[in-house]
């Protein structure tokens, strides 16, 4: 069933280990951290970004003693945004910042924006890097688009999908009373279908084995021994007789189906339509690192399996066939 989601800022995806393939030559430059197509990730630019990110006591403390690992992570962030600039002008997408911050706001919800950025800054995640990591989110998404994806994430849409789905999420609203012999049962039988809200009081009545008042669960839940009396009873009405095992007369009472709202539903909406938007846009994104073509200085790490990790030194090229091999797309890591 559904659950309490985490604050959905999460949901967009954060990169942890950059996947890039492709090269046409080999370019050296101890100046450089990495190439990317015609643009660079200078040394002086990286070291400012960890910078900018370790000012925040909460990253500082995340990334104290790895501090190498750290550098690679924002050396992938940074990679990244490059190749994701490339994507966008690939297909003419402009997403400006007052777009990002009103998704930003639309997934914060009713969560507050400081407790969260404070709980992403001690997974070492600055406020920079989600600003960016939603950019790229609508990125994939206007890619998406332009490659005939429907738009799952657009609030029409995430209605319609929650009409479709509305009667899987049913869960039946009942509760039992067990009382003493068949006359007792007849008679809170007829009270109960007569005035359904008299439930909790004649369930104190009888309070041993009896639920204190009813309650929503899935169908999967429902007690076995009541579940086909309760599936095929009508809206506020009843059944009573014997259960094995159980002394006296059970008494049930259902109220009938409720549904999880719209809202309680819609993060898990939404990430069904992110994953269809980031499969298409993921294979595009793919397209564009081997075009562009990546070469990152093993001063920083070297790829395997097609995350940047710690490596031996030398400025060499450390992307080929077998890289593009191995790759594997960030974008579809998520956060939670």
Do not use: H, W
């Not at 550098?71 to 910042?97: F, H, I, K, M, P």
């Not at 929650?162 to 008679?187: C, K, N, W």
């Not at 929503?216 to 259960?243: D, H, K, M, Q, Y």
């Not at 009938?256 to 294979?283: H, M, S, W």
């Amino acid at each position: 069933m559904l659950k309490r989601r985490v604050p959905r800022v999460l949901v967009s995806g954060f990169l942890l280990a950059v996947a890039v393939s492709g090269l046409s030559a080999c370019r050296t430059s101890p100046n450089v951290a990495a190439y990317v197509g015609d643009s660079q990730v200078t040394v002086t630019e990286l070291d400012s970004a960890v910078a900018d990110r370790l000012a925040d006591e909460n990253i500082a403390a995340y990334a104290e003693g790895n501090e190498e690992e750290f550098t690679r992570r924002v050396l992938s962030l940074l990679v990244q945004e490059e190749v994701y600039a490339a994507a966008a002008e690939r297909y003419d997408l402009q997403v400006g910042n007052s777009a990002v911050r009103t998704r930003i706001s639309d997934l914060l919800g009713d969560d507050d924006p400081d407790d969260v950025y404070s709980q992403l800054a001690q997974q070492g995640i600055g406020r920079d890097d989600v600003f960016e990591n939603v950019r790229q989110s609508l990125v994939r998404r206007g890619i998406a688009e332009a490659e005939g994806e429907p738009d799952g994430l657009d609030p029409a849409a995430l209605q319609a999908r929650y009409a479709e789905v509305r009667e899987d999420l049913a869960q039946v609203s009942f509760g039992y009373i067990v009382v003493p012999d068949d006359a007792t049962a007849a008679g809170v039988l007829a009270q109960l279908t007569a005035d359904p809200a008299s439930y909790p009081a004649l369930a104190a009545q009888y309070p041993r084995l009896s639920l204190p008042t009813v309650e929503a669960r899935s169908p999967e839940e429902v007690p076995a021994a009541l579940a086909e009396g309760i599936a095929a009873a009508a809206p506020n009405t009843g059944f009573a007789g014997p259960v094995a095992d159980v002394e006296g007369v059970v008494v049930t009472f259902v109220a009938g189906k409720v549904y999880p709202p719209f809202e309680e539903v819609r993060p898990q909406l939404e990430k069904e339509a992110t994953t269809a938007i980031d499969a298409v846009a993921n294979e595009v994104l793919e397209d564009v690192r081997n075009d562009v073509g990546v070469t990152v200085n093993p001063r920083y790490g070297v790829l395997e399996d097609g995350k940047l990790v710690a490596g031996g030194g030398g400025v060499v090229d450390i992307l080929g066939d077998d890289a593009a091999s191995t790759a594997t797309d960030p974008a579809a890591t998520p956060a939670g």
